[in-house]
């Protein structure tokens, strides 16, 4: 069983009806049923549901999309749509919110639980990431101490990636012996990957971490990563699909 809490907003009473009977038979707890923004602005504060259930066309307009903005700006709670909607533009105001989900009416009941199990899925991953964001700001403030408890003896000296070694007195790395001349941003993501062995850096950890200015992507990540690659002897930094890079410890 999920039970998970849903809200459903919905100003249609058989379309209504029929969500909730579907949830229900799947599982989901369904904490309010609501079929206009007041009140779904109320049920959502009272009950804090794992996620909502909106229909684009609610009050015979795009209320739906109004009511997912004020989601995404108040809560952290994923939602889906419901709608019959084929216009462009509408679709084209209601992707600006960042559903989590869309399914179309009339709505196939095996659809809707699939879609839900995504959305639930991928807000968890999303929280996970910003966890990890924030344990990441912490451990900038101590990274220095992660890196030194790494020592494998009393220098200041930690060894990865087999023949490479990071000399944290100096800031420094180094192949063989050799030091490896790097840019300040390749320096800092090095350090981030060896504080961190054996653990995936994350493409949003790198971001915050190695670009103090705004406007850093993933692609920024990806071509700072191929760079590093070119510079090193051996290819040491594995990526971990769609999430990041690690080192091997």
């Known amino acids: 069983m999920n039970n998970k809490s849903i809200i459903i907003v919905e100003d249609d009473e058989?379309?209504?009806?029929?969500?909730?009977?579907s949830l229900e038979k799947h599982g989901y707890t369904i904490a309010a049923i609501c079929d206009n923004i007041k009140d779904a602005k109320s049920k959502i504060n009272t009950f804090s549901p794992e996620i909502i259930?909106?229909?684009?066309?609610?009050?015979?307009?795009?209320?739906?999309?109004?009511?997912?903005?004020?989601?995404?700006?108040?809560?952290?709670?994923?939602?889906?749509?419901l709608t019959s909607y084929s216009d462009n533009e509408i679709i084209s105001q209601a992707k600006l919110t960042e559903p989590y989900g869309y399914i179309v009416k009339p709505f196939d009941p095996s659809s809707l639980h699939a879609t839900i199990q995504m959305a639930l899925f991928k807000h968890d991953v999303e929280k996970n990431r910003n966890n990890d964001i924030t344990s990441l700001k912490i451990d900038k403030?101590?990274?220095?101490?992660?890196?030194?408890?790494?020592?494998?003896?009393?220098?200041p000296i930690v060894p990865f990636g087999?023949?490479?070694?990071?000399?944290?007195?100096?800031?420094?790395?180094f192949y063989r012996g050799k030091k490896i001349k790097l840019t300040k941003k390749e320096n800092a993501f090095l350090r981030?990957?060896?504080?961190?062995?054996?653990?995936v850096v994350s493409f949003e950890q790198?971001?915050?971490?190695?670009?103090?200015?705004?406007?850093?992507?993933?692609?920024?990540?990806?071509t700072l990563v191929w760079r590093l690659r070119n510079k090193l002897e051996l290819n040491i930094i594995k990526n971990a699909s769609g999430i990041g890079y690690y080192i091997e410890e």
């Open 14 to 21: 058989i379309t209504a009806l029929n969500l909730k009977i």
């Open 53 to 81: 259930v909106i229909d684009i066309s609610l009050q015979k307009g795009t209320d739906g999309i109004e009511l997912a903005k004020h989601i995404r700006a108040n809560h952290n709670i994923p939602f889906i749509y």
């Open 141 to 155: 403030l101590n990274l220095e101490k992660l890196l030194y408890a790494k020592r494998a003896t009393d220098e």
């Open 162 to 173: 087999g023949e490479y070694h990071l000399d944290i007195s100096i800031c420094e790395t």
């Open 192 to 199: 981030l990957l060896v504080a961190q062995l054996g653990l």
């Open 206 to 222: 790198a971001m915050n971490y190695v670009w103090d200015e705004n406007g850093a992507t993933e692609n920024s990540v990806r």
